[in-house]
């Protein structure tokens, strides 16, 4: 398998505090940056750790999902790959490299190595785009990963990253995607959400992105060939009313909702804010909604599907 390769980190660029990366043809949306990397204090007594936002991201919606990390029919075998694309901190794949038996070989790829953990022998990174993977991968994987890339990967770009992640898997390989925003797509039932959804819609038009992607997954599979598609939804409940877990994700989405203030700002802020100042205030309020809102809840789904035969 190839060593890591390319330093993302050489042309990021910088924008009101935050860290954006440039990978020669990517477009992903968040930053790449420490707040993105090491952003919460998690106080588990007796001690006390620092978690990123998407390894926090990574525990809650294992928790959502009952703690299970595969949900295609597939049991990783010594002698068979994994591959994590858009891997990030790589916590989905290091936790399942944790839990298989020996000898099978993982590996993660991202257009940003700056969130890569050190490889180890069983676990290797690498600086890749999932549109265009390493032709020498052809039929190597039993099982492809993919989590989260809706502001990640444009629209025209879809078709291109699940015919490669055909491409590189064994025949009657499974893959699993998943995604945020399953229809029907609910953050909470009110008025603030409503704005904020319509507000995320427009940043990622913008940008050539879906924001509400889930819906459309099962065409793009079917368009790529994939067979067998199995879809699990789970909602992960929000604010305060959901007690500890409620608090949790709640504040999970509020880091990721800071995390889009700059590129919204940047292009007017699409009638709702115009303001630093408003885009907190706006924040604000989706926060006391969720709070006040019992049933407000994130959507997720996991699609499994396989390549076929032949
Ligand atoms: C929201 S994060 C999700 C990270 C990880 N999948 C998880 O669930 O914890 C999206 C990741 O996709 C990466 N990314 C963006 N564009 C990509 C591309 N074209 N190919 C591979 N990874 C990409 C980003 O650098 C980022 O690490």
Known sequence: MPRATGDSTAGATSDDARTYHSFPGAHYILPADELEKESFILNVWP??????????????????????????????????????CGTGTGAWLLDLADQVPQGVQFCGIDTESRFFPPSRPDVEFITSSVTALPSEWSSKFQLVHQRLLAVALKASEWPHALLEIKRVLVPEGWAQFEEAGAEPFNWGAGPVTARFHDMMSKLNA?????????????????????????????????????????????????????????????????????????????????????????????????????????
């Not at 928790?63 to 790959?81: E, F």
């Not at 804010?273 to 907190?280: A, I």
């Open 47 to 84: 001690f006390t750790c620092r978690l990123s936002r998407l390894n926090r991201q990574h525990r809650l919606i294992k928790r959502a999902y009952d703690d299970k990390l595969i949900w295609a029919p597939v049991n990783p075998v010594p002698g068979s790959a994994v591959l994590d």
């Open 206 to 310: 913008s940008r050539g992105h879906i924001w509400n992607v889930t819906s459309h997954i099962p065409g793009f599979l079917a368009d790529a060939g994939f067979v067998n598609v199995r879809t699990e939804v789970r909602g992960v409940p929000l604010g305060k009313w959901a007690g500890k877990a409620g608090c949790e994700n709640r504040d999970n989405s509020i880091d990721f909702i800071r995390a889009v203030r700059t590129p919204v700002l940047k292009v007017g802020g699409f009638g709702y804010v115009s303001t630093g100042d408003e885009f907190d205030h706006f924040v604000a309020e989706l926060k006391d909604e969720w709070d006040n809102t019992p049933g407000s809840k994130q959507n997720f789904a996991i699609f499994s599907v396989q390549k076929p035969a032949s």
